[in-house]
T-cell receptor, first 114, second 114 residues
Framework: DQQVKQNSPSLSVQEGRISILNCDYT??????FLWYKKYPAEGPTFLIS?????DKNEDGRFTVFLNKSAKHLSLHIVPSQPGDSAVYFC?????????????FGTGTRLTIIP | EPEVTQTPSHQVTQMGQEVILRCVPI?????FYWYRQILGQKVEFLVS????????KSEIFDDQFSVERPDGSNFTLKIRSTKLEDSAMYFC????????????FGSGTRLTVV
């Protein structure tokens, strides 16, 4: 039951260009969406999140866009830097009443080419 | 920067043996979680813990699994009788006030059941 899907297992982008990572979800009860970044042998690191009442959230080089009607979100990284090379996970949760669990996608491996 | 600490980083155990994975969450966090990632698969929720009791658990978290917060700092995951399919990376996470503040994950314990 893949409630959160990342259909691109990998993506290569030239340094300095924009990286766009995509995520689709099926559960309309999801209320909060998050992006995590993961390096090998480390745990996921929280990057940015967005509530379902918004359609955009920006933090420095990272912007997350949410299209609720399409059940689609995307993470934009601009400009892309070599240190951005990692696996990126999209995650979703229900309305936050304290400690809703996260449902993760399968991840997209981003490679930034110098 | 505060971090979640997990020990050991790698544990090899024989099938049928009990293992205890240990975690020290961030000191002022209130919500604690265990997730796992089988090689090549997505990160999956196991259990959440708040106010000294389990808040939610997944289908994976059957009677073989238990969690405990034995003192004010440690948070443990016990697997009573390990199976081959329990081999995975196990991630502990903590959060100050729930999902949408973005968990902090530990670096994980790689459990190998032989």
């Amino acid at each position: 039951d893949q409630q959160v899907k990342q259909n691109s297992p990998s993506l290569s982008v030239q340094e300095g260009r924009i990286s766009i990572l995509n995520c689709d979800y099926t559960n309309s009860m999801f209320d909060y969406f998050l992006w995590y970044k993961k390096y090998p042998a480390e745990g996921p690191t929280f990057l940015i999140s967005i509530s379902s009442i918004k359609d955009k959230n920006e933090d420095g080089r990272f912007t997350v866009f949410l299209n609720k009607s399409a059940k689609h979100l995307s993470l934009h990284i601009v400009p892309s830097q070599p240190g951005d090379s990692a696996v990126y996970f999209c995650a979703a949760s229900g309305a936050n009443f304290g400690n809703e669990k996260l449902t993760f996608g399968t991840g997209t491996r981003l490679t930034i080419i110098p | 920067e505060p971090e979640v600490t997990q020990t050991p980083s790698h544990q090899v155990t024989q099938m049928g043996q009990e293992v205890i994975l240990r975690c020290v969450p961030i000191s002022n966090h209130l919500y604690f979680y265990w997730y796992r990632q089988i090689l090549g698969q997505k990160v999956e929720f196991l259990v959440s813990f708040y106010n000294n009791e389990i808040s939610e658990k997944s289908e994976i978290f059957d009677d073989q699994f238990s969690v405990e917060r034995p003192d004010g700092s440690n948070f443990t995951l016990k697997i009573r009788s390990t199976k081959l399919e329990d081999s995975a990376m196990y991630f502990c996470a903590s959060s100050p006030r729930g999902t949408n503040y973005g968990y902090t994950f530990g670096s994980g314990t790689r459990l190998t059941v032989v």
